[in-house]
């Protein structure tokens, strides 16, 4: 059985800092690209980043770059989440997805539709 579990999430102010991580058992996890969402109160899910199966291409959400990094340890079957420079308009539910594909590029990155599964989010909150 697939588990994904987010965890690291907190109340933080504004420029701080915040890791994320995602722990994934039950799948061959360099076999999966993974990725980060989030979706605050009232609003969709949107994409944050994602990183491919052997951690060679990352993707970012233009809202995020420069100032999020994704990462990946594979031999800990482990996913980061790196954020800096938090804003409040950053506070949101962050979720984990994985999904089957091992290929070098990602063509839609960005769509939860591909992802095969998700965990129950981690709850970030930012103080101005």
């Known amino acids: 059985q697939v588990h994904v579990v987010e965890s690291g999430g907190g109340l933080v102010q504004a420029g701080d800092s915040l890791r994320l991580s995602c722990a994934a058992s039950g799948l061959t996890f360099s076999s999966y690209a993974m990725a980060w969402f989030r979706q605050a109160p009232g609003k969709e899910r949107e994409f944050v980043a994602a990183?491919?199966?052997?951690?060679?291409?990352?993707y970012y959400a233009d809202f995020v770059k420069g100032r999020f990094t994704i990462s990946r340890d594979n031999a800990k079957d482990t996913m980061y989440l790196q954020m800096n420079s938090l804003k409040p308009e950053d506070a949101a539910v962050y979720y984990c997805?994985?999904?089957?594909?091992?290929?070098?590029?990602?063509?839609?990155?960005?769509?939860?539709?591909?992802?095969?599964?998700w965990g129950q989010g981690t709850q970030v909150t930012v103080s101005s």
């Open positions: 990183i491919t199966g052997r951690g060679v291409r990352s």
């Open positions: 997805a994985a999904e089957l594909n091992s290929s070098r590029n990602l063509r839609t990155p960005w769509r939860p539709d591909d992802y095969d599964y």
